[in-house]
């Protein structure tokens, strides 16, 4: 089954829907499903250094019977490699682990930094490292040239942190990733990157544990009446809005499906809008009050850009 591209602002095509790999850690389990996403026809392949699981990709990658220029595999740097000196061996890390020569985007995992001696998805306040984004991303920059990688991004970015970046950038980011669903839709956020020409990926646009996205009234009755699942309805109205997807599954059926988009009603689009949960599957902000401005667009500051 093809997948559409998006054409990136520099030219660089990028499959709509791709498979999400965080949290499939479940040994010989994520690489099979590798190989079978691939020969369902997936090719955009998300991947993080944090996530613990790109050795188990990389051997994936290596037995899968697609070339590589089809493919198109994602990766993001951690919050302790921020400092400059140590983005360049960051990405030969994650090149390292997935077996790779290129990556065909990089992105900065979180907009702000943890000591190069921490190592945790939970940092503490005491954890966090002065690093100025604008350091961070201009040896960002430094790496497209390097042959390295073809284009360059960013992850859980607001709008407030991109509007003081964007006019700072040499290389304006290619995509920005942050979660994206019918309960966090995000409207104002998407509308900035689009008229930037930055693309947003949407992770966890199914929702995910605690998140009853696929049991919302609204949403089960539109897939009723387009005899699909759930699932394909939530995939498709981001699709709509020019939103790459990233879903996670390890079962066949569930891979196949997300891969069959539904053509919405401009009506049924609309009703999203309508929509009153507001859930994240996500919440950074936790015990890190001094980082409020990183998650709250109307509260944002961004003191070290």
């Not at 020409?197 to 919302?216: A, E, N, Q, R």
Request: with cysteine.
């Amino acid at each position: 089954m093809s997948v559409q591209n998006i054409k990136l602002n520099n030219g660089v095509l990028m499959p709509e829907i791709g498979l999400g790999t965080w949290k499939a850690d479940e040994e010989g389990i994520l690489f099979q499903t590798i190989k079978k996403a691939v020969d369902l026809g997936y090719r955009h392949i998300d991947c993080a250094k944090i996530y613990g699981n790109q050795a188990e990709i990389g051997k994936a990658l290596k037995e899968v019977t697609v070339p590589r220029k089809d493919l198109f595999i994602v990766s993001k740097i951690w919050q302790n490699r921020h400092r400059p000196e140590l983005v360049p061996g960051a990405l030969d890390e994650i090149l390292k682990e997935l077996q790779l020569e290129y990556l065909d985007l990089l992105l900065i995992h979180w907009p702000f930094a943890i000591k190069p001696e921490s190592n945790t998805m939970n940092p503490t306040a005491e954890e966090l490292d002065n690093v100025p984004i604008m350091d961070t991303w201009r040896a960002m920059e430094a790496l497209v040239e390097t042959g390295k990688v073809r284009a360059i991004g960013v992850s859980n970015f607001n709008k407030a942190i991109l509007e003081k970046m964007v006019p700072q950038c040499r290389i304006v980011p290619a995509v920005n990733q942050v979660e994206i669903h019918p309960y966090n839709q995000s409207p104002e956020l998407v509308k900035f990157c689009q008229e930037n020409g930055i693309v947003v990926t949407g992770y966890c646009p199914l929702g995910g544990t605690k998140i009853s996205v696929m049991d919302d009234d609204y949403i089960k009755r539109v897939a009723e009446a387009h005899a699909c699942t759930p699932a394909q309805v939530a995939l498709s109205w981001a699709l709509s809005r020019g939103i790459v997807v990233i879903p996670k599954s390890t079962n066949e059926l569930r891979l196949k499906q997300n891969l069959k988009k539904v053509t919405l009603t401009s009506d049924e689009k609309r009703m999203f809008a309508k929509i009153g949960k507001h859930e994240r599957k996500v919440d950074p902000g936790r015990d890190l009050k001094d980082l409020e401005w990183i998650f709250h667009e109307d509260k944002a500051e961004c003191p070290l850009i």
